[in-house]
């Protein structure tokens, strides 16, 4: 057999193979975020209370819903950070918020041609309340700022509104600091 034909058989055929690495790669990378799913899932349960949007005025919309969601992420996000040895978690969860993002762009009727483009936006925004509240530490006067200038669309949101939704975040980001990592990436978020 000749070089090229037994190569061509490696490469669809062999276990080492090219495409069977590939391929082994593209779906155990799947299965890896898989394991992040239910971490996800309670991230968005924690978004979805209604406090944020009664007690703490953010607007019941996919831009207040994604303002709490992204800000919750960053909060798990900063934690896994902080522990140095989590970056394969960091990235895997972040890659199920950009697929979430592009299922609701795509319900909205984005299309493939600038679906990208949107997504790019969102995560430029979720990663600047990420930069946000790094900075913000766990000043409760600095984590209101980020509230305020995040969370209400440019409106000025009213003071006891304002205080709530920053209780709420405040309240989880101590909470996450305390939930140990192994229950923190099984998705045993505290409740808010």
């Given at each position: ?45 924690r ?80 990663a ?53 990592l ?11």
């Amino acid at each position: 057999m000749n070089r090229e034909v037994m190569g061509a058989t490696e490469i669809t055929q062999g276990r080492g193979g090219i495409a069977s690495r590939l391929f082994g790669r593209l779906f155990s990378s799947r299965r890896e975020r898989d394991r992040f799913r239910p971490l996800y899932a309670v991230l968005v349960e924690r978004a979805r209370d209604p406090r944020w949007y009664t007690d703490g005025g953010v607007p019941d919309t996919r831009t207040g819903r994604f303002a709490v969601l992204s800000a919750l992420l960053a909060v798990v996000l900063l934690r896994l950070e902080g522990a140095g040895t989590e970056r394969e978690a960091e990235a895997l969860i972040s890659e199920l918020f950009v697929e979430d993002m592009d299922g609701h762009l795509r319900e909205d009727g984005i299309g493939d041609q600038i679906v990208g483009k949107h997504v790019r936006q969102l995560m430029g925004a979720a990663a600047g309340r990420h930069q946000a509240l790094r900075l913000a530490g766990d000043d409760h006067e600095a984590i209101a700022q980020v509230v305020s200038r995040n969370f209400y669309g440019g409106e000025s949101p009213a003071a006891g509104a304002l205080r709530a939704a920053t209780d709420l975040l405040a309240g989880f980001r101590a909470a996450v600091a305390l939930t140990p990592l192994p229950a923190l990436k099984d998705g045993a978020l505290p409740p808010l």
